[in-house]
């Protein structure tokens, strides 16, 4: 079968760093997605990696190794904005997209 | 208005209501689609149409209709539910229904409770 894993919860401290992991076995491979869901809102996309290696955008960095089917979401810089459900989500061979179940990440000041 | 925009947000229905859930988007995308999302799961999909052809459905009980009357808006009709559908559905919207960087955009979701 297919599956995202992905930790379940994940706290960190204002200011510090976190990197969150995600792993897949897909029936091929067309790109990662990370989104963010802030709770009662919407899931916004954060990032697409389709080659191996590090994507940065300001304080988020996504990473990608096909050869082992994994990526992490790096967060610098941590606010408590920060605090929300991060959505990892691989695009098969068919161009179907398979999620991971999210994970919540805790800002503590 | 821009982005993705659902109505209700909150709705509460019991098993033998009709009630139904309506998604607009003004981004001019061509691909809509209707997720289920209840917590600690991944996001489920239920329904995805392309230029207002119904392209995929996995295989949602019959108690859900979609319908696509054009390309801005989604309609999702609900009849008599069961408790486990209570869920947040999301609607979502993207370009195209099928690439790879196919970056979907988000309503902020309708949380369904059944009695």
């Known amino acids: 079968g297919q599956n995202i894993d992905q930790p379940t919860e994940m706290t960190a401290t204002e200011g510090a760093i976190v990197q969150i992991n995600c792993t897949y076995q897909?029936?091929?491979?067309?790109?990662l997605f990370w989104y963010q869901q802030h709770a009662g809102e919407a899931p916004t996309f954060l990032s697409y990696?389709?080659l191996d290696g590090l994507e940065e955008k300001g304080r988020f960095s996504s990473f990608l190794s096909r050869s082992k089917g994994y990526s992490y979401l790096l967060l610098k810089e941590l606010q408590m904005k920060d605090s929300a459900s991060y959505l990892c989500?691989?695009?098969?061979?068919?161009?179907?997209?398979?999620w991971g179940a999210g994970t919540k990440l805790i800002i503590k000041p | 208005e821009t982005g993705v925009t659902q109505t209700p947000r909150h709705l509460v229905m019991g098993m033998t209501n009709k009630k139904s859930l309506k998604c607009e988007q003004h981004?001019?995308?061509?691909?809509m689609y209707w997720y289920k999302q209840s917590a600690k799961k991944p996001l489920e999909l239920m329904f995805v149409?392309?230029?207002?052809?119904?392209?995929e459905n996995n295989s949602v009980p019959s108690r859900f209709s979609p319908e696509c009357p054009n390309s801005s808006h989604l309609f999702l009709h609900l009849h008599t539910l069961q408790p486990e559908d209570s869920a947040l559905y999301l609607c979502?919207?993207?370009?195209?229904?099928?690439?790879?960087?196919?970056?979907?955009?988000f309503g902020a979701g309708s949380r369904l409770t059944v009695l």
């Open positions: 979502a919207s993207s370009q195209d229904g099928v690439s790879g960087a196919n970056v979907l955009t």
């Open positions: 981004l001019g995308h061509n691909a």
């Open positions: 149409y392309s230029l207002e052809e119904r392209v």
């Open positions: 990696n389709v």
């Open positions: 897909t029936s091929g491979f067309n790109g």
């Open positions: 989500a691989v695009m098969n061979s068919n161009y179907q997209l398979i």
